[in-house]
Every structure is written in structure tokens, then in C-alpha cells.
């Protein structure tokens, strides 16, 4: 085989795997690095061009988390093991289609799709924290509901009693959203999805009750009554506070980058996770 061919432009594509730690998706990480080094691509943790996440959609989580400082640079790409992935395009016996595919592919805007991403500011008497999230941030209540004001572009919406919210991404909207009642929402739709969590709705307590789907450049501020003990999640990982004066939601302005090598469009993807898993597989 001739690797030289198959680089771009002559130097090699850097990549790094974030593998899910089971019995297969440690097999398959140890056959991707080596299909890699015939193809004359370089294992790189520092400045990938490339993460190839091997295992479910929480794998694809985890390596966006632990990337999320360099996404301008990076594309990430899934090959799910065990069940069908929303982020994992890929299929266990694809991999030697994927691993050349990823050697002789340029990285353009071509081959890269974007999607928007959830920004989230902490505010706390002691500064303010950034986080981002690929999928969706959440406030909960830990022994008591939630009791916050609602605030978009400034303005108080509503006093929320309830279980938490939820603030999702367009790629999130399929995850913890959708079992919210949320909408699926398109990722070419620059936008961010506020979701109730158990509300309470009686003649004292009322929330709007529907979702809402706020565009770019605008604001959702969350303040909880001061306080209480609450559960913040970004994505798969979760972090108790009690310390939190307010919570800035945006559509952040950087996107993410997932390598589009072949075409599988996003109603495709859906139909496959959540309706019928045989068509067109
Ligand atoms: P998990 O318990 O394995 O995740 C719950 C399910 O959500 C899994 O089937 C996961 O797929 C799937 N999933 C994750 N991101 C998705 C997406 N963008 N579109 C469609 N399905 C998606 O935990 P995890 O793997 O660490 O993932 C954390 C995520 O779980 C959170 O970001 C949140 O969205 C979701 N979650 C959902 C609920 C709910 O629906 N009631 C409650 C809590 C959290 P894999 O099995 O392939 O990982
Ligand atoms: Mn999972």
C-alpha cells in the first residue's frame, strides 16, 4: 500500500481515540492503531486533527469534554460498539472503510459539519465559571425542588418550582430533551431548547409548561432562590452546589466539529436511533 498517497498534502493526519473501556471497544481501539500506522497516520493526544470516539454517545461526550478547549481545531468522529449511537456514524465492521476514509479525506468545509453548542456561565459570590456543553446543561434540586426565576433577555418569565431545567443543544435535543417532551430540533438551527423537568403547575405555582427554542444572541438567566442545594449537569457529568447566584445560558459562539466523511443526514439519524433500526442499515 502506499501511505504517501494516501496522506493529505503529504503530512500525516494526527488522531486521538477516547474508547468506552469495554472488552470490544478496547479491541477495536487496538486494531484501529494499527490499521492507522499502515496508513501512515500519527497517534497525537496533544493536537489531534482528529478524535475518534469508540463505544456510545456518552464516549462522544467524554471526548468533546476533554477537547472542548481546542474545538476550532479539531473534528470529531464516532464508531459506535453495542447499540445504535446518535454521535457514532460508524459501524464495528466499517472500520477499515473509516480508518482509510480518515487517512486520504481533507478536513474542509467539505468535510466538516458544524453544530452549535450550549454556553453556560456560573455565576457564585467567589467569580464566575464557563462551561460548554455538547449535549445539555441541567439545574436540579437535590432535596427539595427547584424554586428559580426564569429570566430571557432580561426579562423575568416565570418563578420555576419543579425538579430542574433543561437547556439543550440542537445534537442534545435528541438526548435528554426528547424524553422531556422537548422538540428535535435541526443543528443548522442556531438555537438552544429551555425544557421543564417535572413542573409544578396547581393555582399557586405556574410555568409557561411548553418548551422554548431561543435563537442566537440571546440570553436565558436562571437565578435560584439562594442557597439550596443543587445539581448541576453538563453532559454526562454532574457537580453538586450550593453556592450558585445566577446561571447564563447562550448559544455559544463556537461550534463543534464532526468530520462528515460520508453523508448521513440528521432526519436519517433520528429515524434510525428512535424508529427503525433495519431501514437502510
Ligand atoms: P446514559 O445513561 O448512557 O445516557 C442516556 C441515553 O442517552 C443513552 O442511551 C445514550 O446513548 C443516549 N444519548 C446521549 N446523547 C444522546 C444524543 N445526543 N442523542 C440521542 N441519544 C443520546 O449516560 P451517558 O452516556 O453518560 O450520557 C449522558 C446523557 O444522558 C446526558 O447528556 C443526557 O442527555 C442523557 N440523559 C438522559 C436522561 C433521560 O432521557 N431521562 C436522563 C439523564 C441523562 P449511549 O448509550 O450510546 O451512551
Ligand atoms: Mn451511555
Known sequence: MDTKEENIGGTAVKYFVVQRDDEESRHLTQL???????????????????VLSIGGDGTMLEAFQLYKHKLEKIAFVGLHTGHLGFFADWKRDEIHELVSMMASTALDSQTIVQYPIVEIELETKNGKENYLALNEFTLKGVDRTLVAQLYINDQMLEMFRGDGICISSPVGSTAY???????????????????????????????????????????????PREQQNLLVTIDHRSILRNDLISVRCIV????????RLRPFPFWSRVREAFISFEIGN
Open 177 to 223: 430533551n426528547k424524553s422531556l417532551g422537548g422538540a428535535i430540533l435541526h443543528p443548522s438551527i442556531e438555537a438552544l431548547q429551555i425544557a421543564e423537568i417535572a413542573s409544578i403547575n396547581n393555582r399557586v405555582f405556574r410555568t409557561i409548561g411548553s418548551s422554548l427554542i431561543l435563537p442566537k444572541h440571546h440570553h436565558c438567566d436562571i437565578f
Open 252 to 259: 455559544s459562539p463556537k461550534k463543534v466539529n464532526f468530520a
Open 32 to 50: 484501529f492503531h494499527q490499521l492507522a500506522s499502515e496508513r501512515g497516520m500519527e497517534h497525537d493526544n496533544k493536537n489531534p486533527d482528529i
